[in-house]
């Protein structure tokens, strides 16, 4: 099912649910690049041209709609979890730091990346959003991937300058205190920057809910009250944790009038 | 492709259709040559973050540069600086630091090129004939030397040794023993540098000394007013220079 909703800065999105199935993936991936799963998780969003600021809205609202609202975090004393809205209100809004310029007969938009940085440096590209020349416009990030490189591959390295220059006075810009920390929880403060690998890892950490035991376990345990598997892996992972709860008060009354009767 | 963006790739064609006049010390003639773009600007940066992996990186960038911007796949060793420094002027300008990039252009020109293509060191019963690579020889041979250095910091020495070991086997035409002659370009990579490794060390110095007519070369091309241009990432970095 798709679900549709308005981010900060209004712009709408439309985004497919994560199931409990996608959740196996996401154990699976476990040991896999962080360039897989980030594309793997960027294919739940249908609404295409976003930046990395409004994808990772997006994330937090998908995680919510689909996962929960609590996340686990690390301390010292062990996880502690924090609500999501938490996270989201620490960002709060993003200024516009859109910024255009023109080089050599090119109109060239520079704005928050469009890519997540995975380790491949040409992800800089992305913080061109578009191209105009002669009034003929192109968005980057809505180009296929070869259309793309044949684009970046013929651009004036003089932008280069430019980028630069943008990326250095928008720098306060790129990065994000997400968690202020708790010194009497031992829990350090949580900072991502959107030109570094942390915004990735840390997206992927708010999906890394569930291990591949207890997803099997989950199942195995539902089944019984619940025979019909495929029901349940098409279920997201917040219904099945509900149903798991029923379930749970379910035995414990059952067993509680066991007891009952046992007494009397 | 599609046609929008088609479109928009023969207008972005048309701004780049620019070519660079550089003088090729080989060919003793000037080749138009295209500038660099943004994508090869941002590969010869993002190389300079990666030591010693990064400086092997930088190296075969810059060669891959050359060869696809001049259409040229036979140019040797000694032509890359006149591309260089050509292209590095075209893209920001003519000044690096208190180098006038005109005066390393002026160089070319003006200094002879005293390098032998083929040389020959012989010693008792083994032969070997010398030659300056082509860029594209040097890069088959960067990229199998960078899949064997290891990143980690305590084995640059052992990096450092493989390098060398690279640099010299890169120079070496044939090896020839009583009559047995191989021919480097047959075998495969690992198995010249085994051969290269046997060769006694003599031999390693004479070798050094043909190698080393080309770094002259270099070092007087690059030196204005008595002061090298160093010539890494950072020279194509625009933060870098005044």
Redesign the interface.
């Known amino acids: 099912m798709d679900l549709s909703f308005t981010l900060p800065n209004k712009k709408e999105v439309v985004v497919k649910e994560i199931l409990y199935k996608d959740l196996r993936k996401m154990a699976l991936y476990n040991d896999s690049s962080r360039s897989n799963i980030i594309k793997f998780l960027e294919s739940f969003i249908v609404t295409k041209g976003l930046n990395v600021v409004e994808k990772l809205f997006t994330f937090f609202i998908l995680r919510e709609k689909c996962i929960g609202e609590q996340v686990a975090v690390g301390s010292k004393k062990g996880n502690v979890n924090i609500d999501l809205q938490l996270f989201r209100k620490n960002i709060g809004s993003f200024d516009d730091i859109r910024q255009e310029i023109d080089v050599e007969g090119i109109k060239c938009v520079l704005n928050y990346p469009s890519r997540f940085y995975v380790g491949d440096t040409d992800f800089i590209f992305s913080l061109i959003e578009s191209l105009e020349i002669d009034n003929e416009k192109i968005i980057l990030s809505s180009l296929s991937e070869e259309d793309y490189t044949n684009v970046v591959g013929r651009l004036p390295d003089t932008i280069f300058n430019y980028i630069e220059k943008f990326v250095k006075s928008n720098a306060p810009h790129f990065s994000m205190i997400v968690y202020n920390g708790k010194e009497s929880m031992e829990i350090d403060e949580i900072k991502l920057n959107m030109l570094d690998g942390s915004l990735v890892a840390f997206i992927v950490k708010l999906f890394d809910c569930i291990g591949d035991t207890d997803y099997r376990e989950m199942l195995f345990v539902l089944s019984k009250r619940i025979p019909d598997v495929l029901f349940l892996t098409n279920c997201t992972y917040l219904e099945l944790f509900d149903y798991y709860k029923l379930y749970q008060d379910e035995v414990e009354k059952q067993n509680q009038d066991l007891q009952n009767q046992s007494a009397s | 492709?599609?046609k929008?963006?088609s479109?928009?790739?023969n207008?972005?064609?048309k701004?780049?259709d620019v070519t660079i006049e550089v003088f090729v010390p080989s060919l003793k003639k000037k080749v138009p040559t295209k500038?660099?773009?943004?994508?090869?600007?941002?590969?010869l940066?993002?190389s300079a973050l990666d030591g010693l992996k990064g400086t092997l990186d930088f190296n075969r960038t810059l060669n891959k540069i050359i060869i696809e911007n001049s259409g040229l796949s036979d140019l040797k060793i000694y032509d890359k600086l006149p591309f260089i420094v050509a292209l590095r002027k075209h893209?920001?300008g003519n000044k690096v630091g208190k180098i006038e990039l005109q005066g390393v252009l002026n160089n070319i020109k003006n200094i002879p090129l005293n390098v032998k293509n083929e040389s020959t060191i012989k010693q008792d019963t083994l032969k070997l004939t010398l030659k300056i690579p082509t860029l594209r020889e040097e890069n088959m041979l960067l990229n199998k030397c960078e899949q064997e250095i290891n990143t980690e910091q305590e084995l640059l020495k052992e990096g450092i040794g493989k390098l060398y070991i690279y640099e010299i086997l890169k120079h070496i035409n044939t090896i020839q023993v009583d009559d047995d002659v191989i021919d480097l370009d047959d075998i495969r990579i690992h198995e010249r540098v085994k051969l290269v490794e046997k060769l006694p060390l003599s031999v390693y110095s004479k070798i050094s000394d043909f190698i080393e007519t080309i770094n002259k070369y270099n070092t007087d091309i690059l030196t204005v007013d008595e002061t090298e241009l160093a010539i890494d990432a950072e020279f194509f970095d625009?933060?870098g220079s005044d």
């Not at chain 2, 500038?35 to 590969?43: E, W």
């Open positions: 492709m599609s929008n963006v479109s928009f790739l207008k972005l064609d701004l780049n500038p660099l773009n943004l994508k090869q600007q941002k590969d940066i993002s893209a920001l625009t933060s």
